[in-house]
């Protein structure tokens, strides 16, 4: 029994308006869907455009008709032909993603261990400490991503797409990520916030810092005043704009192992961003607490002081939550 091929050949077709995703997601119709596995859930994929992989997103779409025997077609964003360089109606590839083996998974589990050269680096008791530190270190990730999970399902965390690109002189030893002002409003976060980088469905913390070259943006006001204010899914800008493009250091990126540019994602770490927000929250409340707790000849103190508690990590919640945008028109 043949497998079904696991990569299609496709023509690109302009988004849809009423849909333009803040990740890297394209569309495809049902029977293409098929091809590559995709049912009612998203999958990563690679899309190769001009011999240059880009990990993406491939969603099914039933408004994305096809002809009987014609090429398949693919619904690509403006932002995503802009960042791969791909041109309507162009022939791209799109290959499904297969899932790490387990020799890649201890690969990796290994590789969440710095060993310094200076160390040993082989023998039977080097290697069983650490794949002992490595699982360690995995079981702490996993408690982490449990609680960042729960965290973000209350306070909502965006994720946008960036295309990345080298980082500045003096930012590759570190673990810092520069972004436009506006990129990180958008996030949701401050210079100096971790955040989540994430390329291919591997995902490491970084630290946002802000970028401080803002040439072109001159320019890009120019372009979007002559294409109007209403800026149309057809009409292309020649440039990416600054605002989605990120300066990526290479020890951020062979930790990931990605290529200087391509495709990445990032939202921000609820965890960091709570836990900012209690610490400088912590010492008033509890003079607050303290304050109740000292009333004379009150019984209810303990509950007033518990009240006051409760209270006050729910304006901590509230003010670290980033607001749903609602649909249709408001009021």
Not at 109 to 128: E, F, I, T, Y
Not at 139 to 151: K, P, Q, S, T, Y
Not at 170 to 177: E, H, K, M, S, W
Request: with cysteine.
């Amino acid at each position: 029994m043949t497998s079904r091929p696991a990569f299609v050949k496709a023509t690109v077709i302009v988004g849809r308006k009423a849909e333009v995703p803040a990740r890297a997601v394209l569309s495809v119709s049902p029977s293409t869907a098929a091809i590559l596995g995709i049912g009612m859930f998203r999958r990563r994929c690679d899309l190769e455009v001009n011999g240059t992989e880009f990990s993406v997103i491939v969603s099914r779409s039933y408004s994305t008709s096809e002809k009987a025997n014609a090429t398949p077609r693919v619904r690509m964003p403006l932002v995503i032909r802009l960042m791969t360089g791909a041109r309507l109606d162009s022939i791209v590839s799109i290959r499904r993603t297969e899932r790490r083996s387990s020799s890649k998974w201890w690969s990796d589990v290994k590789g969440r261990v710095h060993w310094p050269d200076s160390w040993r680096q082989a023998g039977p008791l080097v290697n069983v400490m650490v794949l002992v530190l490595g699982l360690s270190l995995l079981i702490i990730r996993r408690f982490h991503h449990l609680v960042e999970f729960l965290l973000r399902a209350i306070l909502r965390a965006p994720t946008f797409c960036f295309m990345s690109t080298k980082a500045y002189q003096g930012d590759d030893p570190l673990d810092v990520v520069r972004v436009h002002r506006a990129a990180a409003q958008a996030l949701g976060v401050t210079p100096g916030t971790q955040a989540l980088l994430s390329w291919r469905g591997r995902t490491t913390l970084v630290t946002i810092v802000e970028a401080f070259d803002l040439s072109g943006m001159d320019d890009l006001v120019n372009q979007i005043r002559d294409v109007g204010s209403v800026h149309n899914v057809e009409d292309g800008l020649s440039k990416l704009p600054q605002t989605l493009v990120v300066h990526v250091g290479s020890r951020v990126r062979a930790q990931l192992g990605m290529p200087p540019d391509t495709i990445v994602e990032i939202r921000r770490s609820v965890t960091s961003v709570v836990s900012r927000q209690l610490a400088s929250f912590v010492f008033p409340l509890t003079a607050a607490m303290i304050s109740v707790v000292g009333l004379p000849d009150n019984r209810f103190r303990w509950w007033i002081a518990s009240g006051v508690g409760v209270a006050g990590m729910v304006f901590v919640l509230g003010s670290s939550r980033i607001p749903r945008r609602s649909y249709g028109l408001w009021p």
